[in-house]
């Protein structure tokens, strides 16, 4: 059986991600969501795959939470091959605008988030597994054209940064790491004007996800598997 967990899989892309791989032989998801009681699309769908998604409640911008996760996994024994970091948040201030407490935010769920839940389920990702950042084309630095989005760039940047150091901490224990920017997708994040539904940068991303290996470790991809400059 392949184990694949999923953070801020209660909505938008990571449900639909939680969906794509449970639609998958042999596959379990572990679907994390910051409220499991208020997650009824979460609940709808593991219902409608079988249960072969698992609903789990984490916030990851709380250290408490990610042990308990950490814990829970250790004491059942789960070996991950897919880790996704996809929970994030945004703010579309600019500079003047910018607000300490939005800000801080930001920078705890997007980039301290993921390497916080990184680095508890380390032990658990399987020798050969592979770990997807869920960045966006807002971290590349070459590409900043304004201060729109200031500090939701600056967080996705700081998660290029970690994805980067990753595929390299982990290359001895053939763990491929990506940075992978979903497209701009209708989303409650996304909004209605985005270009992308969510089935079609699913899509993308769960082909560029399954060719992901040693390789390709430590890029930066969109989700039709086109390198973007850091
Ligand atoms: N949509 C786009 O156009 C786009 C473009 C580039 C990158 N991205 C990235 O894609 C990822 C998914 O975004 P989306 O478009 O699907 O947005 P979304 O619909 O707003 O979903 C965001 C998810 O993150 C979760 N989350 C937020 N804070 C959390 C926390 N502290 N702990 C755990 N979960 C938390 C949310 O849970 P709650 O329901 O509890 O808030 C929700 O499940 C994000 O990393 C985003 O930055 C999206």
Partial sequence: MRNVLITGANRGLG??????FASLDDT?????TREAS????????????????????????????????????????????VLVNNAGTASWT???EIDEATSAEIMRV??????????????????GGKIVNITSTLG???RATSSWGLVYSMSKAALNMFSKILSIEL??????????????????????EAPLEIAQSVAGMAKVIDG??????????????????W
């Avoid at 449900?15 to 794509?20: G, K, M, R, W």
């Avoid at 789990?56 to 709380?62: K, N, Q, T, Y």
């Avoid at 992901?212 to 400059?229: A, H, I």
Wanted: proline share 3%.
């Fill in 28 to 32: 379990r998801v572990f679907a994390t």
């Fill in 110 to 127: 997007n980039a301290l988030g993921p390497v916080l839940v990184t680095q508890a389920l380390a032990r658990r990702v399987r020798d």
């Fill in 171 to 192: 290359r001895d224990r053939h763990i491929a790491v990506l940075a992978l920017h979903p497209g701009w997708v209708r989303t409650r994040m996304g909004g209605d």
């Fill in 212 to 229: 992901l290996d040693l390789e390709n470790s430590g890029r930066y991809l969109t989700y039709e598997g086109e390198p973007l400059p």
């Fill in 38 to 81: 208020t997650a009824s699309d979460l609940h709808d769908t593991s219902k409608r795959c079988g249960d072969r998604i698992e609903v789990i409640a984490v916030d990851v911008a709380s250290a408490t939470s990610i042990a308990a996760l950490a814990t829970m996994l250790e004491a059942r024994d789960v070996t991950l091959d």
């Fill in 94 to 96: 600019s500079f003047g």
């Fill in 15 to 20: 449900l639909a991600l939680a969906e794509h």
């Fill in 140 to 142: 590349s630095i070459e």
